[in-house]
């Protein structure tokens, strides 16, 4: 595969609810390129979730065309499932599965999905588990963690399926202050790896320092990108000045 | 004090004791465990499959492209509908006669035609016992599921069924409580079960008091031991999440 072609490819996507009487996203326009981190920032309501959430397919997008790795994946006939496996994806929520211990979160879509044998998906958990310090908790439930540990826990879940891009929805949103450094520094980690990233988020400063371009969304429109210097220093068009305005 | 003992002492002997009459108990009480065991099988299993569809078709029905697809779930979704209100707006003893001289006629297999009619009786309440829970759990797990690259049936099937089972299991547990107690009207169709025996008992002895009331405890002691058996069950699932 050719790293200057883009890993992640978007024309026209529209999303529209009640038949076009809400158009939640517009004709977006834009690439993720492999070791990119793609910061996603705009007022709630611009539809920035909604584009994150059609890349992957969660919300089947209205119109419009999404290129994976070369493969248009809005195409009927494509499995998505496939390249789903490809893409991990990090929720506001957590959406652990409070069923199962956090071992089992972890090794049960590489073993029934990717059909990995049942030693090997648990020592990478084990080893993706220690990397964020969580060890001693792989044989906890869900409901036992604090919201920090379930959202670490959630990424190292994505990451088992070594995917080749994270997608992350909020990620810090659900939690108290106090926890949000925890989360933010792994995903900091999972950047200097060179993890192709995409992230909705409300953390301007995560923006500013780990982001490697910025795309601001308005009514469900791309208003402007950048890298982060552009954006949060002479950002161009009013609706972003005035955003920032208010959230810096 | 010992005169009324000792008539009831005569009174049981005689109602139990002589010819061998607790058989009638005993062998009907087999019957109704054969008919409740089956019937809450074949229940269950209709009622996840109609669960299924259906909830599968409340939560994409909006979503789905018109296609192949859709249109087959559409018509899965009526006749689940149709199943549904039939089977829910009549009453159980119509459909078990229904089945025993009408639909399955020929057959001589009387235990066959019962766990048929009581099975499809209770799948239509397993059913949306199931969907009230398949439709409780948070669309969050579901997409979690399909982010990990489950397809939909696999998310079904390892995410979804086994919270929503522990979420209904009161409510499931209730319906075969239902279901073991409805199994009494047998009878119906000259099926000897534990009812029926009772019943026997007293058109040989003319004394109603003794055979209903031992079939009535034995009724109450078998729900008081499913319902401990499900409690147990209903802790040991909970403990999993603490």
Known sequence: MNDEKALIQVVGLQK??????????????????????VVVIGPSGS??????????????????????????????????????????MVFQHFNLFPHMTILKNMTI??????????????????????????????????????????????IVRALCMEPEVMLFDEPTSALDPEMVGEVLEVMKQLANENMTMVVVTHEMGFAKEVGS?????ADGRLVEEGTPQEIFEQPKSERLQSFLAKVL | MAEWLAEWKARLIYNFIEDDRWRYLTDGLAVTLQITFFAVILGIAIGILVAIIRSTYDK?????????????????????KVYLTVVRGTPVVVQLMLMYFVIMASTTNKLLVATLAFGINSGAYV?????????SIDAGQFEAGRSLGFNYTRTMW????????????????????????ETSVSGYVAMNDLTKGGDIIRSRTFDALPPLIAVALVYLILVMFFTFLVGRLERRLRNSER
């Not at chain 1, 999905?113 to 906890?140: F, I, P, Q, Y």
Request: glycine share 8%; with cysteine.
């Open chain 2, 158 to 181: 390892f995410i979804i069924i086994p919270q929503a089972f522990k979420n209904v299991l009161p409510a499931l547990a209730n319906e075969f409580i239902v279901l073991l107690k």
């Open chain 2, 60 to 80: 994409n029905k909006d979503e789905m492209r018109w296609s192949i697809w859709k249109v087959l779930l559409y018509i899965l979704n009526f006749i689940c």
């Open chain 1, 109 to 154: 879509a590489p073993v029934k999905v990717l059909k990995k044998s049942e030693a090997e998906a648990k020592e990478t958990a084990m080893r993706l588990l220690r990397r964020v310090g969580l060890e001693d908790r792989a044989d906890a439930y869900p409901s036992q963690l604090s919201g920090g540990q379930k959202q670490r826990v959630a």
């Open chain 1, 16 to 37: 529209y609810y009640r038949g076009g009487l809400i158009k939640a996203l517009d004709g977006i326009h834009t690439e993720i390129h492999r070791g990119e981190v």
């Open chain 2, 127 to 135: 059913a949306e016992i199931f969907r009230s829970g398949i439709m």
């Open chain 1, 213 to 217: 371009r910025v795309i601001f969304m």
């Open chain 1, 47 to 88: 539809g920035k979730s909604t584009f994150l959430r059609c890349l992957n397919l969660l919300e089947v997008p209205t119109g419009g065309n999404i290129y994976f790795n070369g493969v248009d994946i809005t195409d009927k006939k494509t499995d998505i499932n496939v390249h789903r496996q490809k893409m991990g």
